[in-house]
Nanobody, 120 residues
Framework: QVQLVESGGGLVQTGGSLRLSCAASGSIFMINSMGWYRQAPGKQRELVATITSGGSTNYADSVKGRFTISRDNARNTEYLQMNNLKPEDTAVYYC??????????????WGQGTQVTVSS
C-alpha cells in the first residue's frame, strides 16, 4: 500500500514557475513508476509526465521542454518542475504511483490533487 501527499500548487502569472512535490510513504519499494496527470475544467484527465524506477522519463507534447519530472529517492519524493507556465496549464495536478504485482494485475495510487492556476 502506498500513500501519496502532494503540495506546491498555487497561483502564478504567465511565464512563471512552480515546483510540485509528491511525497510517497508505505510500500515504496513496490513502486514501478510514478507520474503526474492533470485535469482542466471540461477536459479529461491527461498524462503530463512519467518516470520509471529506472529513471526513464516521458512527457506530453504540450509540456515538453517546459516541465521536468524527477525523483529524490532519499526523500521518497517525486517532483514536477514547471517553467514558462501558460494559462492552458491551469488544472488540478495529480501524482500517481503504479505497482505491477503480476503480468495482468497492477495497482494505481493517486494523490489528492493540487490546484495550479496561471493568470493571463
Amino acid at each position: 500500500q502506498v500513500q501519496l501527499v502532494e503540495s506546491g500548487g498555487g497561483l502564478v502569472q504567465t511565464g512563471g514557475s512552480l515546483r510540485l512535490s509528491c511525497a510517497a510513504s508505505g510500500s515504496i519499494f513496490m513502486i514501478n513508476s510514478m507520474g503526474w496527470y492533470r485535469q482542466a475544467p471540461g477536459k479529461q484527465r491527461e498524462l503530463v509526465a512519467t518516470i520509471t524506477s529506472g529513471g526513464s522519463t516521458n512527457y506530453a507534447d504540450s509540456v515538453k521542454g517546459r516541465f521536468t519530472i524527477s525523483r529524490d529517492n532519499a526523500r521518497n519524493t517525486e517532483y514536477l518542475q514547471m517553467n514558462n507556465l501558460k494559462p492552458e496549464d491551469t488544472a488540478v495536478y495529480y501524482c500517481n504511483a503504479v505497482l505491477q504485482r503480476t503480468p495482468t494485475v497492477k495497482y494505481v495510487y493517486w494523490g489528492q490533487g493540487t490546484q495550479v492556476t496561471v493568470s493571463s
